[in-house]
């Protein structure tokens, strides 16, 4: 399961996720985010309700990247110290800001 | 399970046959003397079209046992058309006949059920076809399967209100002032049925879409080309036509697509297999070290893998890595991805540097968004020396002789095909004699078990560290017990790749 929470505001969106996100529910997350990137130049991942990221769910993050990585930026917000782990462990904390 | 559905289908199987012998029966045991020329071209039609379901059956059957395919509605909805013709084939035998008038009203009352629950089956055999996953058009299930439930109980209140049809005293059966009004049902949720269709339409071949179709508009018209010869009935014969026309198009060109994609995945499956090297002991001769390496996948294909080889008479290269994605592209990319890495270190770059020219590589056209996470290992037997690369790999496990096994934490690079001109960090290592390195996938760590939790890093340890043996093979053997411990009963979830080497010096 995952719930996916978006705030749009000038120039900005903030995605909240909750739950896990897999191979089951990245394909849905990819929709969302995909959508929603039009005018956004700054696109915030606040990850304080994630329990879990796969490689699936990584993928997400790097289709997500190369979007904004010709118009702005991706900031990766409150992700749990196992999610951090995942991050630093494929490198992928050297893609976003992570807070 | 299996063998109650194979009795089941046994038993159904026979049913029909009864069914039409019985009919056939029934001609001679009610006699057609008082029944008109046009009815008996009726029953003959009825029991052609019961031994044509009969066929379609079967086949349906085979069919489930081979592919296990989702055709129950299928089997659903010939099973009705099959019960339709039979009845529609006994109620012109038991019109106009006093005596057997009780007998007309039910069996009518049965003939007019089976238009509702024929539409509901024909629903939920198209929505389980295109596979809708859509909310709104669930709950539209769930109005549409009461719907049946109402048409159905509405029948049987005719018997009594006779709003329908009634039969007289004299066995003669008449449509009642709503005849019309007991198709509402039926059309309501045939016509939904084709507007889904037409929603997925782009999901759909052309003849796939005509074939749907057709379930209505047959019926239609063979209803309208008879309508002007009084009495005849080809209605429930001509579904059944349809049916077999929908059997036909629809899953025969189903099995095709299936067909196709099993002999693509026994393909990759192939190549996959062949691509690993198994030549256990590698290299005999060297007396250096000793190593062993296996892969698991989850699914036929998969995308983890491992790979060892000579760079030349000194070093030894050993890589295990993972891309991420499923499937039979995850896997080329996977296949891609080792032999790009074989061939820049056999080429005589360093790992970083060999790293940075495969990421390249990987990068370019990778529209798929597929990722590699990597750990390549390059050492010196001579001297124990190497050096390794981490892109984005899972931590690697050591054990110095006599020492029980431990991770090695350090600083990851990004994993590759992610971002083009990624600077690859060397990490330095020595191994001294008798010290072992074991690296592995997330397949590892990441083992379900049933209360869908992980191993994790400290299980792992725990199971390595209870045989800490420096033998390659057994210390592999003894960590897939530890999994299959772990996992029990569950579904292996991930595919699972495994190398170990232990050195033993000059």
């Known amino acids: 399961m995952l719930n996916i929470k978006k705030e749009k505001k000038e120039g900005e969106i903030k995605i909240s996720l909750e739950g896990r996100l897999d191979t089951a529910t990245s394909a849905q997350l990819d929709i969302e985010v995909q959508s929603s990137l039009d005018n956004v130049e700054k696109l915030i991942f606040d990850l304080s309700g994630l329990e879990y990221i796969s490689s699936a769910g990584l993928r997400v993050f790097l289709s997500a990247q190369k979007i904004m990585n010709k118009k702005g930026s991706i900031i990766v917000q409150n992700a749990s110290e196992d999610v951090k782990d995942i991050f630093e462990m494929t490198g992928f904390s050297e893609l976003f800001t992570i807070e | ?506």
């Open chain 2, 1 to 506: 399970m299996n063998k109650f559905k194979n009795k089941k289908g046994l038993i159904i199987s026979i049913l029909h046959l009864l069914l039409i012998v019985a009919l056939i029966r029934l001609v001679f045991i009610i006699g057609t003397v008082n029944v008109k020329p046009v009815y008996l071209i009726n029953i003959g039609v009825a029991i052609v079209g019961m031994m044509m379901g009969f066929m379609l059956y079967v086949c349906c059957l085979v069919e489930l046992k081979k592919s296990g395919s989702d055709i129950k509605y299928m089997i659903a909805l010939i099973n009705v058309v099959f019960l339709a013709l039979f009845l529609d084939g006994c109620a012109w035998l038991v019109d106009g006949k006093p005596a057997l008038r009780n007998h007309n009203i039910w069996v009518n009352t049965l003939y007019y059920m089976c238009a509702p629950i024929e539409a509901y089956f024909f629903w939920m055999y198209t929505m389980t076809y295109l596979k809708v996953r859509k909310s709104l058009i669930k709950q539209l299930s769930v109005l549409i399967s009461a719907g049946a439930y109402i048409a159905v109980a509405l029948r049987i209140i005719n018997v009594f209100a006779g709003f329908y049809f009634t039969v007289g005293q004299d066995g003669v059966y008449s449509r009642g002032p709503l005849y019309l009004v007991s198709f509402i049902y039926s059309y309501f949720t045939v016509i939904a049925a084709l507007v889904a269709v037409v929603i997925e339409r782009k999901y759909l071949e052309r003849y796939q879409i005509i074939t749907f179709f057709m379930y209505v508009f047959v019926p239609i018209v063979v209803g309208f080309l008879t309508m002007f010869t009084y009495g005849i009935s080809c209605g429930p014969a001509s579904v059944m036509l349809v049916l077999l026309l929908m059997y036909c198009v629809l899953n025969v060109s189903e099995w095709r697509d299936m067909a196709a994609a099993t002999r693509d995945a026994a393909l990759a499956e192939k190549l996959q297999d062949d691509a690993m090297p198994k030549d256990f002991p590698f290299m005999p001769g060297r007396k250096e070290f000793d190593l062993y390496a296996y892969l698991r996948p989850a699914k036929e294909v998969c995308s983890d893998f491992y790979d060892y080889y000579m760079i030349d008479d000194e070093n030894l290269a050993m890589v295990v890595g993972d891309v991420s994605g499923e499937g039979i592209e995850a896997t080329l990319f996977m296949l891609l991805s080792k032999k790009l890495i074989k061939s820049a270190l056999s080429s005589g770059s360093p790992p970083e540097k060999a790293m940075e020219l495969v990421n390249n590589q990987l990068c370019d056209g990778n529209t798929s968004n597929f990722f590699l996470t990597v750990w390549i290992g390059v050492v010196n037997l001579k001297t124990g020396e190497g050096f390794s690369v981490n892109a984005g790999h899972v931590h690697p496990i050591i054990r110095h002789a006599g020492g029980d096994y431990e991770f090695v934490f350090y600083k990851h690079s990004l994993a590759a095909a992610v971002m083009e001109n990624t600077k690859y960090k060397a990490n330095p290592f020595k191994m001294e004699v008798g010290d072992s390195i074991f690296v592995y996938t997330d397949g590892f760590s990441e083992a379900t078990n049933d209360k869908n939790e992980f191993l994790g890093k400290e299980r792992i340890l725990k199971i390595m560290n209870k045989f800490p043996v420096a033998n390659p093979k057994l210390a592999i053997e003894n960590a897939l017990v530890g999994i299959d411990e772990y996992i029990a009963d569950t579904v292996q979830s991930d595919d699972l790749a495994l190398l170990y080497m232990t050195y033993y010096g000059k």
